[in-house]
Antibody, heavy 117, light 110 residues
Framework: QITLRESGPTLVKPTQTLTLTCSFSGFSLSTSGVGVGWIRQPPGKAPEWLGVIYWNDDEGYSPSLKSRLTIIKDTSKNQVVLTMTNLDPVDSATYYC?????????WGQGIVVTVSS | QSALTQPRSVSGSPGQSVTISCTGTSNDVGTFNYVSWYQQHPGKVPKLILYDVYKRPSGVPDRFSGSKSGNTASLTISGLQAEDEADYFCCSFAGRYTYVFGTGTGVTVL
């Protein structure tokens, strides 16, 4: 059974850096073709794709957020870390990580992040 | 890279069929057959219902079907049921390891 769980702060101040960890089980990021992606969803809005990292360290980022995002993996710990810099209230959302094979599935339960002073 | 365009809402009576469009560009939907669809009930995590345009994951009813023509992908729900009332989002590969989601469509079962 594949499970993913997001963890990190739920309240961040404007201009601060957000660091979220995705801890997963049931698959390995050393397996060819496998990746972990990050998606966020503001309240009442559509999901927004943030980025993905693959077993071979290939990665992709949303063009509009690329300058603020970094995704790294720790294969031995079965973890992927998302870092987003210079947070703004518009970055308030539920942040999800998901396994990437043919597509993003399954997703974790998500973590609600609020950006407020 | 702009969000894929979906109608804000569609509705239908039980047993009817509804179709949701997902319009992108030649940089995403039009070039790649990597379109996925997700169903999201209120307060729940999005659930994958189609991938690679028309493929259904195990356990997804065959009432859900997908197609693509040009820059537009479509999700059709046949034999609409009450439990199909939810939000639906498309997602497409956009090249160079990037993806883009749609604007989302709310389905109402009348």
């Amino acid at each position: 059974q594949i499970t993913l769980r997001e963890s990190g702060p739920t309240l961040v101040k404007p201009t601060q850096t957000l660091t979220l960890t995705c801890s997963f089980s049931g698959f390995s990021l050393s397996t060819s073709g496998v990746g972990v992606g990050w998606i966020r969803q503001p309240p009442g809005k559509a999901p927004e794709w943030l980025g993905v990292i693959y077993w071979n360290d290939d990665e992709g980022y949303s063009p509009s957020l690329k300058s603020r995002l970094t995704i790294i993996k720790d294969t031995s710990k079965n973890q992927v870390v998302l870092t987003m810099t210079n947070l703004d209230p518009v970055d308030s959302a539920t942040y999800y990580c998901a396994q990437k094979r043919r597509t993003f599935d399954p997703w974790g339960q998500g973590i609600v992040v609020t950006v407020s002073s | 890279q702009s969000a894929l365009t979906q109608p804000r809402s569609v509705s239908g009576s039980p047993g009817q069929s509804v179709t949701i469009s997902c319009t992108g560009t030649s940089n995403d939907v039009g070039t790649f057959n990597y379109v996925s669809w997700y169903q999201q009930h209120p307060g729940k995590v999005p659930k994958l219902i189609l991938y690679d345009v028309y493929k259904r994951p195990s356990g997804v009813p065959d009432r859900f079907s997908g197609s693509k023509s040009g820059n537009t992908a479509s999700l059709t729900i046949s034999g609409l049921q009450a439990e199909d009332e939810a939000d639906y989002f498309c997602c497409s590969f956009a090249g160079r390891y990037t993806y883009v989601f749609g604007t989302g469509t709310g389905v109402t079962v009348l």
